[in-house]
Nanobody, 114 residues
C-alpha cells in the first residue's frame, strides 16, 4: 500500500507564493513519475507539473512561475507569481514503474484572491 500526504496549500494574494509538499510512503518500488495535478470548480483535472523518469514537465500556463523538485520520495511544487486562475484543488500523483494503477493524494486547496 502507498500513501501520499500533501501539505502547503492555503490562501494568498495575486503575485504571492506557496510551496506544496507531497511525501510518499509505503510499498514504493521504483518511481516512474511523481507530480501535481489540479482541478478547478467545473473543470477537468489537469496536469500542472511532473517529474517523469527524471525529466520535468510543466503545463504551459505555469511555465516560468512554478518549479517542481523532488528529494527521495517527496515532491515539492514551488508556486510563484500566483494568479487567480491558479485557484484549484491540487492533487499529488504517483506512478510506479511497471504498475498500471496510479496513486493520488487527498488534495490541498490553493486560493488566489485579493
Amino acid at each position: 500500500q502507498v500513501q501520499l500526504v500533501e501539505s502547503g496549500g492555503g490562501a494568498v494574494q495575486p503575485g504571492g507564493s506557496l510551496r506544496l509538499s507531497c511525501a510518499a510512503s509505503g510499498s514504493i518500488s521504483s518511481i516512474y513519475a511523481m507530480g501535481w495535478y489540479r482541478q478547478a470548480p467545473g473543470k477537468q483535472r489537469e496536469l500542472v507539473a511532473a517529474i517523469i523518469s527524471g525529466s520535468t514537465n510543466y503545463a504551459d500556463s505555469v511555465k516560468g512561475r512554478f518549479t517542481i523538485e523532488n528529494a527521495k520520495n517527496t515532491v515539492y511544487l514551488q508556486m510563484d507569481s500566483l494568479k487567480p486562475e491558479d485557484t484549484a484543488v491540487y492533487y499529488c500523483n504517483l506512478k510506479l514503474r511497471g504498475q498500471v494503477h496510479q496513486y493520488w493524494g487527498q488534495g490541498t486547496q490553493v486560493t488566489v484572491s485579493s
